[in-house]
């Protein structure tokens, strides 16, 4: 056994007895087991939201971005400052009310607000069906890191056994606890790795950050800045600001806020979140070092690009402990998309087909489909499929279409009624889903349209029909009952 | 809403209307193409927008219990 395989094993070691600790002292109802018995202050809902943003994808698909497309990949940089911003206002919104109605997931949120628990199990599948592709993507990201860091003497396959029953085995017995502690040995180590990696490739190759965007550019003219057409201006701006609104349309990331002990915590850490967000410059930075050292990697293989120049650079052992924080970022996150998607199936849908459940058993077949989400993400993986990064966009097309109806049910006079939110949703999924399939562009859709307007993202056309069926379908139902926000108390168990 | 949070509205801006004129190589910032060094300046800057709305707001001062 390689030094490198014994350390990723150790890390993956510790992260389970981490996980099963935190189970300790603790009876796991429905409220510790999704939202931590509501405990948490601002550093643990600091390194669970950011356990859900810097994952695999940070790590791969960051530095495959910048080694495979250049300047594009600074989108990922701009968009999360821009959801910091807004979440200042959104979250403690949203955290005073579901922790007044003692909600538990992001359906319930939806439930509750339009006093519809049929609008909670369209959200519910909403947001399952866009939290399997993230799941997948993480396990494929912890794939490619065992099997690289382990010299080939792991397969891919086995490792994405291995470590989603880790995640499963911590998920079942500590839920959200688990993530959470799991999250802190994650942050450190992954902090620590993508610093050192991005200061330390640079000046090695190149003798500094200068030296190499100069080879770089001089390589590739044109590589640093965003083109004129295909990914430009105008697709990065669209780019950034649908996943902005979209991040916190994660089912997760809504989450990690219902397990905050007070609304301070969302100021305090809107504060604090942009600057940990400069990790993924050097996640850039690794790429961008990786061009020209290790050249030729294509598509899928672009997500490789921080592994390779490793290897070329490093002794197994620190390979090891690349691969160890790399798997802790597939954990993670993992844990709570696998939490997260149990509990919206047991607690929004079966619950609603079977209104007599009480909150125990509602309790105890989560964490029964936990096995199961995991062995359907873990067959979704090994049958492949695209790049890290547009597995990704897809899901976040998915969860952006639940923004327009959230924000109308957070203002205090909701425009939007009940079969107005399920049209916008509906049609803003369906429009993702056919646009996806048929791999549409603005051009091919709207070819009307200056030609410049091509480039823009082509969720924004999923999101205006989602808009435009929510306000037509508002207007004309307006008058009928349940407003929004009325505070009906047909949802059962609550 | 509090003339204070309408600062809120820079890092919007900066990163939306501000890249039209920061898509560019040269000069270079802190080492970066200008483009990189330009959106790291706006992250950095959207920290220091939301610490000083942060400040200004009351309702960071009534509950100060929550630490872990």
Same mark, same amino acid.
């Given at each position: ?16 007895? $981490? ?13 510790? *087991?999704?939202?931590?018995? #509501? ?34 990949? +600074? ?11 807004? &979440?200042? *206002?959104? $979250? ?83 839920? !959200? ?16 790795? !993508? ?13 500094? /950050?200068?030296?190499? +965007? ?5 390589? =590739?003219?044109?590589? /640093? ?6 990914? &430009? ?24 806020? +219902? ?12 504060? +604090? ?15 961008? %070092?990786?061009? $020209?050292?290790?050249?030729? /990697? ?5 997500? $490789? ?52 459940? &009480? ?17 359907? &993400? ?26 327009? %109806? ?68 508002? %207007? ?5 009952? %349940? ?5 009906? #108390?047909?949802? @059962?168990? =609550? | ?45 959207? @920290? ?21």
């Amino acid at each position: 056994m390689s030094a490198a395989l014994i350390i990723i094993f150790a890390t993956m070691l510790i992260a389970l007895a $981490l996980g099963i600790a935190a189970r300790r002292g603790r009876t796991m109802d429905m409220e510790q *087991w999704t939202v931590g018995g #509501r405990g948490f202050g601002t550093i643990f809902v600091f390194l669970l939201s950011a356990g859900e943003i810097y994952t695999t994808f940070t790590f791969l698909g960051g530095s495959g971005w910048a080694y495979g497309r250049g300047a594009p990949a +600074f989108y990922i940089l701009g968009y999360g400052s821009l959801a910091y911003v807004i &979440s200042y *206002w959104l $979250l403690p919104a949203l955290w005073r009310y579901s922790n007044a109605h003692r909600l538990y997931t992001q359906p319930d949120l939806f439930a509750r607000k339009y006093n519809s628990t049929g609008l909670g199990v369209l959200v519910a599948l909403v947001g399952v069906v866009a939290l399997v592709p993230y799941m997948v993507l993480q396990l494929t990201g912890l794939g490619i890191i065992v099997s690289t860091a382990s010299y080939g003497a792991i397969s891919s396959t086995t490792a994405i056994w291995i470590g989603a029953a880790v995640v499963t085995v911590y998920v079942i017995v500590s839920g !959200v606890h688990g993530s959470a502690w799991t999250s802190v040995l994650k942050d450190i180590l992954i902090l620590a790795v !993508v610093v050192f990696l991005g200061i330390y490739l640079p000046v090695h190759y190149y003798g500094g /950050l200068q030296p190499m +965007f100069e080879a770089i550019d001089a390589a =590739k003219p044109g590589f /640093l800045t965003l083109a004129p057409r295909g990914q &430009s201006i105008i697709w990065f701006d669209s780019t950034v600001l649908l996943t902005g609104l979209g991040f916190y349309m994660w089912p997760h990331s809504m989450g990690a806020v +219902f397990t905050a002990r007070s609304e301070t915590v969302f100021r305090r850490n809107a504060v +604090f979140m942009p600057l940990y967000q400069i990790i993924l410059l050097f996640a850039f930075l690794v790429g961008f %070092a990786a061009i $020209l050292q290790v050249p030729g /990697l294509k598509g899928t293989a672009a997500d $490789l690009s921080l592994f390779r120049i490793s290897l070329k650079t490093f002794d197994p052992w620190f390979i090891g402990v690349i691969g160890a924080a790399g798997v802790l970022t597939a954990l993670v996150p993992g844990s709570m998309i696998l939490m997260t998607a149990a509990a919206f199936l047991s607690n929004n849908i079966v619950r609603v087909l079977r209104p007599g459940m &009480s909150d125990q058993s509602v309790a105890l077949l989560a964490r029964a489909l936990v096995p199961v989400v995991a062995l359907v &993400s873990v067959l979704f993986t090994l049958r492949g499929g695209t790049t890290i990064v547009e597995l990704l966009l897809m899901g976040y097309s998915f969860v952006t279409q639940l923004f327009p %109806a959230l924000i109308g049910a957070l203002m205090r006079r909701n425009p939007v009624t009940t079969p107005g939110a399920f049209a916008g949703i509906l049609v803003g999924v369906a429009a993702v889903a056919v646009l996806s399939l048929t791999r549409a562009t603005i051009g091919s859709v709207l070819p009307f349209l200056p030609v410049p307007l091509y480039d823009l993202n082509v969720g924004i056309i999923a999101m205006v029909l989602n808009l435009i069926a929510l306000v037509v379908v508002s %207007a004309v139902t307006r008058g009928t009952p %349940a407003i929004a926000g009325a505070d009906g #108390r047909q949802i @059962a168990g =609550k | 809403m509090r003339a204070i949070n309408w600062l809120g509205v820079l890092p919007f801006i900066g990163i939306l209307v501000g890249i039209i004129y920061a898509n560019r190589v040269t000069p270079y910032l802190f080492g970066l193409p200008f483009i990189l060094g330009w959106l790291v300046l706006c992250v950095l800057g959207t @920290a220091v927008i939301m610490g000083i709305i942060y400040l200004a707001d009351p309702a960071n001062r009534s509950d100060a219990e929550d630490r872990r």
